[in-house]
């Protein structure tokens, strides 16, 4: 099975801009989680589809957004990019929907705010 | 709320050393899942070992092994005979029953030196 594939592997990003990631998850898998990683704040829960219906949310502004296709793939979008934006996002895909399922991470798009 | 607390910033040791990494956990979940991840420098995370809250049994996987010890709240996780290949950062992670929203710890950097 192929793992699961986030595009693109880096952006350059100027404040103010926005920008979309992709991801696409493990065949079969339907719960799909971003993660924002950075130096200082480790690893932080942004949100999770499951069926196109965003399940859980951590604790980020509106500026970070998300959907998912009907094929489970996803897509985060943030709006008016901030330098504090800078980092490593992380997607997630999962086999099932409950907190005993492991989460199956992709590389990750590097995205950095000048 | 849920909290992983990993001390350990960063590990260095010597090749075929022994070692153990931390983790403390916080939940007022009943049932829970543990877990452990492996970042090497590429920027996947690599799922190493799931445990429920009702499985205190150790476990041990060739070199690896994980200590749960609910009585402390901990999750150790050691390395037997370290070898190179295993620099990397390590994350603990939980998460309860109903949901993906997977918490992790801070994560401690292993450097494994020849």
Excluded at chain 1, 8 to 22: A, E, N
Excluded at chain 1, 36 to 49: A, D, N, R, S, V
Excluded at chain 2, 29 to 55: A, C, H, M
Excluded at chain 2, 75 to 81: E, G, R, S, V, Y
Aim: aromatic share 14%; charged share 20%.
């Amino acid at each position: 099975k192929a793992g699961v594939t986030q595009t693109p592997r880096y952006l350059i990003k100027t404040r103010g801009q926005q920008v979309t990631l992709s991801c696409s998850p493990i065949s079969g898998h339907r719960s799909v989680s971003w993660y924002q990683q950075t130096p200082g704040q480790g690893l932080q829960f942004l949100f999770e589809y499951f069926s196109e219906t965003q399940r859980n949310k951590g604790n980020f502004p509106g500026r970070f957004s998300g959907r998912q296709f009907s094929n489970s793939r996803s897509e985060m979008n943030v709006s008016t990019l901030e330098l504090g934006d800078s980092a490593l996002y992380l997607c997630a895909s999962s086999g099932g929907y409950r907190g005993h399922s492991p989460l199956h991470f992709g590389n990750g798009t590097r995205l950095t705010v000048t | 709320a849920q909290k992983v607390t990993q001390a350990q910033t960063e590990i260095s040791v010597v090749e075929k050393e022994d070692v153990t990494l931390d983790c403390v956990y916080e939940t007022r979940d009943t049932t829970y899942y543990l877990f452990w991840y492996k970042q090497p420098p590429s920027g996947e995370l690599v799922f190493l070992i799931r445990r429920n809250s009702f499985d205190e049994q150790n476990e041990i996987s060739g070199r690896y092994s994980w200590n749960f010890q609910k009585s402390t709240s901990s999750f150790n996780f050691t390395i037997t005979a370290s070898q190179v290949v295993d620099s990397a950062v390590y994350f603990c992670a939980l998460s309860d029953y109903n949901n993906n929203d997977m918490r992790f710890g801070a994560g401690t950097r292993l450097t494994v030196k020849p």
